[in-house]
């Protein structure tokens, strides 16, 4: 049986059905892109506005400068820290490499997160008290 | 004969064939268009979730709104950070130009007239004083002031008991009406550090609601204020961090739901330093100027940020016992993590809260 042979021997309640299922098809890709954990990446603000935003699996080097001070972030084997900071106390250094979670710079308003989109379901919570 | 009776036969199966063909298709047509249905009505209008941190009151704060769009979103988080920001101008203990400073520079002076926002701050901290029989104690500023947890000092005994006289939220003077505070004792410091974060999520929480949000959570540190319900219809899910963690990670002792409720969180492991294989932590007891020694954790539940954030530390201090008498004469919920490790609960969060079993 040619493919001629095929699509003239359907009805016209076959074609409408594999239309259909091409629409359902495409609205489930739709669906499965918003529902899959996208690639994580890290993110600074600078006073809570977006100022860098990069991938966690390319090992960089980013120097962070805002008005209330600087850091040096380092990026590598999909893990983040803060390398040099200008200020006194230098907390976030201490904080050292993070996979996950939010590394914070109070003096000089930076705050970096490293991407927590592959978070279990059952430990997701909207905040932490304490 | 034979071979008429067989003609037939097929034909009827084919018949019969196609009717059952066609009502496979009909059905699965109407089956693929119920579904597109329920798929299109799932999202009438598209609410999501949007989150927004800041550096404020020399803390992390974190919001987080359901709305329609990304511009509303940040219409309502931007006049709620501005609420922050404003109380952080008025009640900074550190800053010399706040009100709160102002208050405290004329101690045994004079009072000083307040903006409504300091007054009403101040007036739940000496509600949250006297409830709590002075186990919180907004006047413990000349001892919190003789701490320091980054260089790690311990003030000597000396100095710790000479200026207990000058910690009594009695001696707090409030004329409402003239929206003036005296503070009577040269010397006094009012210490908001255990309330105005609290307060602060609360104020937020109201400036999102004010600009048409429905459901909102505001976390200023760990005390966080949260409304209605997030877009899946579910409440907001707050973790209780491990008093005693061993990482770095953010590990996470119990969640609970929060509704129209806000929740704070005292522990020990905030600030502290050790010496000796003594823990000196930043929760002090107003009554002898060192740090409370019954609780690992104290997480408070009740409708406002206010309440929990002061009756936190003043069930830390009291410890378990009398700090369950305390949460059950105010009607409020909680979980205490005593000095063992050992976990107690109010019963009304029962249902409410649920362990993780790695902890």
Redesign the interface.
Known sequence: MSLKETVNGT?L??R??FI??L??SF?GIF?MKEVLPQPRDVTI?V??KLTHRYPLDTDRRVEVGSPFGHLTLEIKDRKARVTGASCP?KLCEL??W?????I?C?PG?I?V?VGGSEEPKD???????? | MIKNSYTLHVTRYTSKNKCTSRVTAVTLLTAYCLLLAVLCSCSPKKESLYRKTMILMDTVVTIHVVADSEEAADRAMAKAFEAIGKLDMLLNFFSDKSELALINRNAGVSGVRVSPETLEVIEKAVYASEQSGGAFDVTIGPESSLWNFVTRAKPDDKAVSEKLGLVNYRLIDLAKEKSVVALKKKGMLIDLGGIAKGYAADRAAEALKRHGIKSGLVAVAGDIKAFGLKQDGKPWRVGIRNPRQKGKDDEILATIELRDMAISTSGDYERFFIIDGERFHHILDPRTGYPARGCQSVSVMAKDGVSTDSFSTAVFVLGPEKGMELLKHLGFEGMIVDKEGKIHITPGIKDKIEFKRNS
Request: charged share 25%.
């Open positions: 009805t309640g076959d409408i059905l259909l299922l629409i359902v609205i669906f603000e006073e809570g106390n904080q050292g993070i996979s996950r979670g939010v914070i109070l308003r705050t997160t430990r997701k919570v909207d905040a932490i008290t304490g």
